[in-house]
């Protein structure tokens, strides 16, 4: 199914801190999982994404693991910005060919300076 | 290489009339996807087409809502006799290839007065 929610949970962080952002999907046979960025008024942006024969990948200052026995997805950054303070959504590969994208309900991430 | 391209970015439609979504994927790219988001929730899908195809309309509510992608010229999501619940934001992807990463245009933000 999908996540709908009417509140978004929010992860506050002090500048320079390590920042870990989670996610649960709901399709096991899922096998291409991304994590998007979202700012206020914009459309999604990418991030990092992951296939499911790996269990970790890595990029600029984020990672992502994806742990397939529990369905669960980790964004962790490293050093958090100020300009990382946005909407995170992972999304999980559906339909018959993987052509759509299923969303997360989005966590808040607040970076204080 | 020009992004994603949506337009309007705003449009401001009475109940009752038609609102028309225009949507022109990245260069190279001919496979678009169309997404709704309501506030603090995740996108959603809606529909996926090739060039003069519709491959996968799923998401899409059976009346009123209707999308295409001719062969020359944008996407376009139509919406027809708009009600105040369709009031969103409605966000187009393109990906190179089935499967593949999509990228989001900035969105277009309809409001049903």
């Known amino acids: 199914g999908e996540s709908v929610g009417l509140h978004l949970p929010t992860l506050s962080v002090q500048e320079g801190d390590n920042s870990i952002i989670n996610c649960a999907y709901s399709?096991?046979?899922?096998?291409?999982f991304i994590w998007y960025k979202q700012e206020s008024g914009k459309g999604p942006q990418f991030i990092i994404d992951?296939?499911?024969?790996?269990d970790k990948r890595q990029g600029q200052r984020v990672t992502v693991l994806l742990n397939k026995t529990v369905k669960h997805l980790s964004l962790q950054i490293a050093a958090t910005q100020p300009g990382d303070s946005a909407v995170y959504f992972c999304?999980?590969?559906?339909?018959?060919?993987?052509?759509?994208?299923?969303f997360g309900a989005g966590t808040i991430l607040r970076v204080k300076s | 290489n020009a992004g994603v391209m949506q337009n309007p970015r705003h449009l401001v439609r009475r109940r009752g009339q038609e609102a028309r979504l225009r949507c022109s994927p990245m260069?190279?790219?001919?496979?678009v996807y169309w997404y709704r988001q309501l506030p603090e929730e995740g996108l959603k899908f809606m529909v996926y087409?090739?060039?003069?195809?519709?491959?996968?309309e799923s998401g899409m509510p059976k009346e009123r809502f209707s999308a295409e992608f001719p062969k020359e010229g944008p996407s376009i999501l139509r919406i027809q006799q708009v009600v105040r619940g369709d009031s969103a934001a409605y966000f187009c992807?393109?990906?190179?290839?089935?499967?593949?990463?999509?990228?989001f245009g900035p969105g277009t933000r309809l409001t049903v007065l």
């Open positions: 999304a999980e590969t559906g339909g018959e060919y993987g052509n759509k994208l299923v």
């Open positions: 992951i296939r499911s024969n790996m």
């Open positions: 087409l090739q060039k003069e195809n519709i491959i996968d």
């Open positions: 399709n096991s046979a899922s096998d291409y």
């Open positions: 260069k190279g790219h001919s496979h």
């Open positions: 992807a393109s990906s190179q290839l089935r499967g593949n990463e999509q990228f």
